[in-house]
């Protein structure tokens, strides 16, 4: 069969390669001067290329389509992943949280073994799709030309990170054909906040905090790592915690400095400084419970002055102190734009798609795998999991053909 892959990014490049090894002839297209430009400054340029973890674990980190990706992981799970880059000369590190990433640290090499990979694939390169029609084939229009198919995958990725070329034009095709696309969201993204004090405090890191969202239908918490930016909050528990509330409206956003010890605890632990304390200013003991950026905006929040003596402060001082040490509230504004998240939340209507093959159920010999999908997941390696195994699994369905 004569076969069309639109897009060279992880899961065009995995699928393009497997359709040349069953004997297929296949044509991958991509608008950009090189393929694998998205892959390249993944994981800071480090790329963590899958999470190896069993089934049901990958699964849970899933926010939407857990349930349609059922059958692609068990066809190509993280292990097989793994194998897969090892066939192909690249060996892989596994790291905290099982996050799996090339031995050299290069993410350079992932798009290398899938270029190997793809050694019989027709790779055309700064050629961009325009459009796609059907009548007995499959009409392909690039700036180049008009090209004939049996078959065309669609692997264009979402509309985050323009740049590396992901314009959304996945969806533009899909919705040529009738598809549904569900709304864009942005995903992993840093989240805006409207309080003032952050300017002063770009680049202060947290670690060991709980960040807490709560939106009209649940309250949402992760527990690590964040930082400030220019214009909120960022860090891996920001990261999650924008993929969970991104179709939710947010109620409150708070953090709790001190999730390892409950109130009564924390109360003896301030009451046990205050004590050892007592001729100093309560910025000192501040200080002790917090990094030095934070002191003068949680003193101005709980209302005290950064030099009122320790000895001078009132029961009711202190339970203000440990409220907002357990409860510092976040004025919440907007999750950063589409074009910064890592991936785009939303895409095509997976009810439209067999989650066998990846085949669209309105038009015979035509696919979608990737991002261009309505699946999105955590960081850790998922979101590229979700790439590969979707890419299996269409491929996998010409094997006979």
Same mark, same amino acid.
């Given at each position: 069969?004569?076969?069309?892959?639109?897009?060279?990014?992880?899961? $065009?490049?995995?699928?393009?390669?497997?359709?040349?090894?069953? $004997?297929?002839? !296949?044509?991958?297209?991509?608008?950009?001067?090189?393929?694998?430009?998205?892959?390249?400054?993944?994981?800071? $340029?480090?790329?963590?290329?899958? &999470?190896?973890?069993?089934?049901?674990?990958? #699964?849970?980190?899933?926010?939407?389509?857990?349930?349609?990706?059922?059958?692609?992981?068990?066809?190509?799970?993280?292990?097989?992943?793994?194998?897969?880059?090892?066939?192909?000369?690249?060996?892989?590190?596994?790291?905290?949280?099982?996050?799996?990433?090339?031995?050299?640290?290069?993410?350079?090499?992932?798009?290398?073994?899938?270029?190997?990979?793809?050694?019989?694939?027709?790779?055309?390169?700064?050629?961009?799709? #325009?459009?796609?029609?059907?009548?007995?084939?499959?009409?392909?229009?690039?700036?180049?030309?008009?090209?004939?198919?049996?078959?065309?995958?669609?692997?264009?990725?979402?509309?985050?990170?323009?740049?590396?070329?992901?314009?959304?034009?996945?969806?533009?095709?899909?919705?040529?054909?009738?598809?549904?696309?569900?709304?864009?969201?942005?995903?992993?993204?840093?989240?805006?906040?409207?309080?003032?004090?952050?300017?002063?405090?770009?680049?202060?890191?947290?670690?060991? !905090?709980?960040?807490? !969202?709560?939106?009209?239908?649940?309250?949402?918490?992760?527990?690590?790592?964040?930082?400030?930016?220019?214009? =909120?909050?960022?860090?891996?528990?920001?990261?999650?915690?924008?993929?969970?509330?991104?179709? *939710?409206?947010?109620?409150?956003?708070?953090?709790?400095?001190?999730?390892?010890?409950?109130?009564?605890?924390?109360?003896?632990?301030?009451?046990?400084?205050?004590?050892?304390?007592?001729?100093?200013?309560?910025?000192?003991?501040?200080?002790?419970?917090?990094?030095?950026?934070?002191? *003068?905006?949680?003193? *101005?929040?709980? =209302?005290?002055?950064?030099?009122?003596?320790?000895?001078?402060?009132?029961?009711?001082?202190?339970?203000?102190?440990?409220?907002?040490?357990?409860?510092?509230?976040?004025?919440?504004?907007?999750?950063?734009?589409? &074009?910064?998240?890592?991936?785009?939340?939303?895409?095509?209507?997976?009810?439209?798609?067999?989650?066998?093959?990846?085949?669209?159920?309105?038009?015979?010999?035509?696919?979608?795998? =990737?991002?261009?999908?309505?699946?999105?997941?955590?960081?850790?390696?998922? &979101?590229?999991?979700?790439?590969?195994?979707?890419?299996?699994?269409?491929?996998?369905?010409?094997? *006979?053909?």
């Amino acid at each position: 069969m004569k076969v069309c892959v639109i897009g060279g990014g992880a899961s $065009g490049l995995m699928c393009a390669g497997f359709l040349s090894k069953y $004997g297929h002839d !296949v044509t991958l297209f991509d608008g950009n001067e090189k393929v694998g430009k998205k892959i390249y400054i993944t994981g800071k $340029g480090r790329c963590n290329f899958t &999470n190896v973890c069993d089934k049901d674990e990958f #699964l849970s980190h899933v926010v939407r389509g857990s349930k349609f990706l059922f059958s692609a992981i068990n066809m190509f799970s993280p292990y097989d992943t793994l194998e897969f880059f090892e066939e192909l000369g690249m060996k892989a590190v596994v790291e905290r949280g099982n996050r799996a990433f090339p031995e050299s640290n290069k993410a350079s090499d992932v798009t290398k073994a899938l270029k190997k990979h793809c050694a019989k694939v027709s790779i055309c390169l700064n050629e961009k799709v #325009l459009s796609v029609k059907k009548a007995k084939d499959f009409v392909v229009k690039t700036e180049n030309g008009s090209y004939s198919f049996d078959a065309v995958i669609v692997a264009c990725g979402g509309k985050s990170y323009e740049a590396t070329g992901s314009t959304g034009d996945g969806y533009s095709i899909a919705k040529s054909f009738g598809h549904k696309i569900v709304e864009l969201k942005p995903a992993l993204v840093p989240i805006e906040l409207g309080d003032k004090f952050i300017k002063d405090i770009q680049g202060l890191s947290l670690k060991n !905090v709980k960040l807490v !969202v709560e939106t009209e239908k649940k309250q949402y918490s992760e527990f690590g790592e964040m930082l400030f930016t220019d214009r =909120g909050i960022s860090g891996p528990i920001v990261l999650t915690i924008s993929s969970l509330i991104n179709r *939710e409206k947010v109620k409150k956003m708070f953090i709790d400095f001190k999730p390892a010890l409950n109130e009564e605890q924390l109360e003896k632990r301030v009451l046990r400084d205050f004590d050892n304390s007592k001729n100093k200013n309560i910025s000192y003991i501040i200080h002790g419970l917090l990094p030095k950026g934070l002191v *003068e905006p949680f003193l *101005e929040r709980v =209302g005290l002055n950064s030099d009122k003596k320790i000895n001078s402060i009132t029961a009711n001082d202190r339970k203000k102190i440990i409220n907002s040490l357990k409860c510092f509230d976040l004025s919440f504004k907007s999750l950063y734009n589409l &074009n910064v998240g890592v991936i785009t939340s939303g895409g095509v209507e997976l009810k439209e798609i067999n989650p066998k093959t990846m085949e669209s159920k309105l038009v015979k010999d035509l696919y979608f795998i =990737g991002e261009v999908l309505d699946i999105d997941a955590l960081t850790g390696g998922f &979101n590229l999991q979700v790439a590969f195994s979707t890419a299996y699994a269409c491929a996998n369905s010409f094997k *006979e053909r």
